[in-house]
Every structure is written in C-alpha cells, then in structure tokens.
C-alpha cells in the first residue's frame, strides 16, 4: 500500500523550511501534496494562483509532490484525497502546544489519519514566512530564507 501525505499550510511565501520538510517528506512517503489553504482572514501577498504556481515551479523536478488547494476542515481534505498522514512541522517548542492539540483534534474527527512532525534543519528553524515577506517588503535581502524563484517573485510583489 502507498503511503500519501498531505503538507498543509498556507505558505505565503514558501520558504526554506517548507522546502526542507517537503522535501525530505517526498523521501519519507510514496507521494506528498502541498495543500495551499484557502483562507479569506489572513491578506496574503500572493494570490492563491501565484502560490500554487510557485510551488509548483520549485518543485517541478519532484515528481512525488503535488500541490493542491483547499478550503474548509483539513481531515475532509486528507479524506477526499484517501491520504494517510498529515506532516506538520515544528521550528520551535513554542509550535508544539498548538500542533501537539491540532493533531489530538484532527485523530479525534478521524482516527485512521496520522499526524507526523517534522522539524527544519538547524539553519531553517528561525525562518517564518511573516518574517521573509516583512523582511522583502522593508528591501531586505531574503536571498537566504528562500528558493531563488520565491525571492524573484517577492521582489516582483515589492514593485507592484
């Protein structure tokens, strides 16, 4: 049996650490999809477009990721997509508290989809994407935080 994984978030913009968990999940699981949320609270930078097509361009050379959208709660998602784990990642102690009740809520609405916590590689484990799209609003230099295709895109979005 396969094992699908689905890497939810809303990644505006992805950033070093996404890439680094999603791709060590491709290596961990038989398929992984990046699933964007669609959220009308936050005003994200992007366009849901922009972020999925981003994604898309990055990891266009992994044909073991996917990237996809949704709305509503994510375990109709994980089950519309008859996937098996959920991969969430932790940069810090402070994201356990709420991933460590995320993942009880999501067993508790659905027992059969495990929730797997992966932690970014030392030199990611600062970066969040709030801080690179201030950072790239302000002029900063993100060189180091994301994918080249990301930073050129962000400079894009600060002329716009």
Do not use: C, W
Not at 14 to 20: E, I, P, S
Request: aromatic share 10%.
């Amino acid at each position: 049996m396969s094992t699908l994984a689905v890497y939810p978030g809303s990644f505006d913009p992805l950033t070093n650490g996404h890439v680094d968990i999603i791709s060590r999940g491709a290596r961990m699981f038989d398929r992984i999809i990046i699933a964007i949320l669609v959220t009308a609270e936050k005003s994200p930078m992007f366009s849901m477009q922009e972020r999925v097509d981003i994604a898309r361009e990055v990891f266009k050379a992994y044909p073991k990721v996917e990237v996809d959208t949704f709305n509503g709660l994510l375990v109709d998602y994980v089950e519309r997509k008859q996937a098996q784990v959920i991969v969430r990642g932790l940069r810090a102690v402070s994201d356990f508290e709420f991933e460590f009740q995320l993942s009880n809520m999501s067993r508790h609405l659905e027992r059969d989809i495990e929730t797997v916590f992966l932690t970014p590689q030392e030199q990611f484990t600062f970066i969040s994407s709030t801080l690179v799209r201030e950072i790239a609003v302000l002029g900063g230099d993100v060189r180091k935080f994301v994918h080249p295709i990301v930073e050129a895109e962000l400079k894009k979005q600060r002329r716009v």
